[in-house]
């Protein structure tokens, strides 16, 4: 029999919300765009003691004739966590939980590529999480969008992910772990900011309709604030001379 | 399948080696820039970041109760992966690991079990029962020559950096204190010094480029007191017996350059 | 309404303008909204607002000279990487005429060849030719690879820039529109324009550029003979 002692569950529950944000604020947020050298378009993004790596290789030659499209580019994302990245080390490869959150990132974003741009292409999407703190599923898109742009696709928005959902009998915006694991909802969510079109949603607890429409309207208030962070990592990259 | 070199660059950069140039202006023993940060993964219980050049590596470790190997019941445990992360080059496809990763894991780790780097006996809790385990996961994102330099170089910050909890025996429970934490028991430390053979030298720490064009190369593993703990050549043509003695001596002069990166003790 | 100026960095999605505007290249129209679709420098032309894409692929047209790898030799045709997502193939025929083909001893794998886009057909399948004039294999030198969308940059208004790096170094340069080039010299020559074309490769959006080039240049070659004096002096001490 293990026993085991620490802090960590004591502080979560003592106070409201754990880290002391306001129902409607985000974690610290950062992004880099171009920090790798032999992919197309990389970023580095940390939000909240998350840690995604997402690079891009496209739109490039594609040999697997049975998956290839002829008149447009096939979009691959493969999201993957490191043995590291959270407490008790993940075996390595992919998951059912990995490759449930590929196909969706996948759909997430090929909303706004010009895939028809390519045809007989494919654009391939790496998302690797390094550290895992709540959230990597939302900040794998975002971190992808901003590598997509990075390598020069066309798109018709940098998509941008976040979650909301309901703790401590609070519909709140950005779930970190905790409250996540032990919270009443959880409702990630992607759109293309222009316009709003919701291209990722999903939904797990117990939620009433209007708790539900409010945990929405939160996550896409929480997607703006992210998008801004998206916008300024591209520009940064190229001087802001 | 291996990128196609084209024949005016394998010309050129051979031709430069020949005269003691390359390409990238450095010297025949010099080292790209070399950078090494630990600590980066807080939920790992040690981590380091290491990049040679633009070769960039992400190396994990973390502790974990398990049991013991039956034939060294007093022993604990310690195992090294590698992945090749599709990130990290066109060429690179996703899946289980391919022959490449498999060999930078196992050279990876057997410079440091050959050169009992770690302690394993210290790391027996109820002996033949419960051992502590440690993982060594290395991830590679970027690939720009010379993995095996960088793996070694970044595993060894890795475990130097490493704290994990303490675990006691109470009334045949083992109780695992994650208040109380303390490094990993290291005896030695030990890095790696790649040399490959392009035209009628040994260039140092390969680029991507030199890979591509090399005939055959040649890693040598050191501990910092100088013992050889581990060598393995690789590509497809051969070497002569003075030029390993040579690669040798190149190594344990710059080895001790790669030592001064880890972290302080 | 323009909503931004001439030469700013714009984003995917960015609103550019509102109203009676063209979309041009790099760009797309949502409703009365002229959006840019890339990463890029903002160009305005009158009534056109089009977006320059800082980062791109070579996408082939008929008609481009590009510079290419052989990466298969088939019965009746090579297989070429010309740097794009789409790869071209050059038939036997530009080569042999009736008579038996030796498809290895004409070109083989590794080997880099000039050549001209004969067609690119609707899903992008691409044939490429070797009649015209420089057109063929290259022999020596070395390869520095570019982002294509610079090339125009790499080349200058008439030709300024590469005629300008030509005449400082003695090197031969040719350019492919794929953003691969050619430079053959003395070895320490080929060096310094792959510096140059590095340089001009990251500094390509900026002004100023062709002085800055220039200066380069003349520091480099200066170091250059500099060095030569030295090796010069060396040997005649040892006699």
């Not at chain 1, 939160?218 to 998008?227: D, V």
Request: with cysteine; glycine share 8%.
């Amino acid at each position: 029999m293990i026993t085991i002692i620490t802090n960590r569950d004591l502080e979560a529950k003592n106070s409201k919300r754990p880290d002391g944000r306001a129902y409607n604020e985000i974690r610290p947020l950062k992004i880099e765009a171009g920090v790798l050298e032999r992919a197309d378009g990389s970023a580095y993004l940390e939000f909240g003691d998350n840690k995604v790596l997402a690079a891009v290789y496209g739109p490039r030659e594609f040999h697997i004739r049975r998956f290839l499209k002829p008149n447009m580019a096939v979009l691959r994302c493969r999201y993957n966590m490191a043995p590291f990245s959270v407490e008790d080390r993940k075996r390595p490869g992919p998951d059912r939980r990995s490759l449930e959150i590929s196909k969706l990132t996948s759909e997430a974003l090929a909303p706004a590529v010009f895939l028809e741009k390519f045809p007989r292409s494919s654009i391939d999407i790496f998302i690797e999480v390094l550290q895992a703190e709540g959230g990597t599923r939302c900040a794998g898109i975002t971190a992808a969008s901003v590598a997509l742009a990075d390598a020069g696709i066309p798109m018709r928005d940098m998509v941008v992910a976040c979650a909301a959902g309901k703790a401590n009998d609070q519909v709140i915006m950005d779930l970190s772990e905790w409250e996540d694991k032990e919270g009443q909802a959880d409702v990630p969510v992607a759109i293309m900011p222009r316009t709003g079109e919701i291209t990722l949603l999903q939904m797990d607890g117990q939620l009433t309709k209007d708790e539900f429409e409010q945990a929405l309207d939160l996550a896409k208030e929480g997607c703006m604030k992210i998008s801004e962070e998206q916008k300024k990592a591209i520009k940064n990259r190229y001087g802001g001379d | 399948m291996q990128p196609i070199v084209p024949e005016i660059t394998r010309e050129s950069v051979t031709n430069l080696i020949n005269k003691g140039e390359r390409a990238d202006g450095r010297k025949l023993d010099q080292y790209r820039e070399i950078s090494l940060e630990t600590g980066v993964i807080k939920k790992a219980e040690g981590s380091a970041r290491v990049k040679i050049g633009n070769t960039q590596i992400m190396i994990g470790v973390k502790t974990q109760i398990g049991e013991p190997f039956p034939d060294t019941p007093n022993v604990g445990v310690f195992m090294t992966n590698s992945e090749l992360l599709p990130m990290a080059a066109p060429n690179f496809e996703p899946g289980p690991p391919d022959e490449r990763s498999v060999e930078l894991s196992r050279v990876t780790d057997r410079g440091i079990r050959e050169g009992k780097i770690i302690d394993l006996e210290k790391m027996a809790i109820i002996p033949g029962k419960k051992v502590w385990m440690i993982f060594i996961d290395m991830h590679i994102l970027d690939y720009d020559g010379n993995l095996l330099d960088a793996a070694a170089l970044g595993a060894m910050a890795a475990l130097m950096n490493a704290k994990f909890p303490t675990a006691t025996v109470k009334d045949d429970e083992v109780v695992i204190d994650h208040e109380k934490l303390q490094p990993l028991p290291l005896n030695e430390k030990a890095v790696m010094c790649t040399l490959a053979k392009i035209g009628n030298e040994l260039v140092v720490d390969p680029s991507l480029e030199e890979e591509g064009i090399m005939g055959a190369r040649i890693s040598i593993g050191i501990r910092s007191d100088g013992a050889i703990c581990s060598m393995q050549k690789g590509g497809e043509r051969p070497f002569e017996k003075e030029e390993i003695l040579k690669a040798i001596d190149i190594a344990q002069e710059k080895t001790k350059e790669l030592f001064k990166f880890l972290p302080k003790a | 309404m323009i909503l931004v100026e001439d030469k700013d960095i714009v984003v995917p999605g960015e609103v550019l303008a509102e109203g009676e505007y063209f979309a041009g290249r790099g760009t797309f129209k949502d409703e009365t909204k002229v959006c840019s679709a890339l990463v890029g420098l903002v160009a305005i032309r009158d009534n056109k607002i089009s977006v320059l894409p800082l980062q791109s692929k070579y996408i082939p047209k008929r008609g481009d000279v590009v510079i290419g790898k052989i990466t298969e030799v088939r019965f009746s045709m090579w297989n070429v990487d010309i740097n794009s997502p789409y790869s071209g193939i050059l038939p036997a025929s530009d080569v042999f005429g009736r008579e038996k083909r030796d498809m290895n001893k004409a070109f083989d794998v590794g080997d880099i060849l000039f050549m001209r886009v004969v067609d690119v057909d609707e899903v992008k399948k691409v044939k490429l030719g070797l009649k015209g004039r420089g057109l063929g294999k290259f022999r020596g030198g070395i390869l520095v690879e570019i982002t294509p969308t610079k090339v125009p940059r790499l080349i200058g208004k008439k030709g300024s820039m590469i005629n300008m790096i030509k005449d400082h170094t003695k090197c031969e340069v040719v350019v492919g529109q794929n953003g691969l080039v050619w430079v053959k010299g003395s070895p320490d020559m080929e060096r310094i324009v792959e510096k140059v074309i590095k340089t001009i490769e990251a500094e390509a959006h900026t002004s100023g550029l062709t002085d800055r080039v220039r200066d380069m240049l003349n520091q480099l070659l200066g170091k250059e003979e500099d060095s030569q004096e030295e090796e010069q002096f060396k040997e005649e001490l040892i006699q």
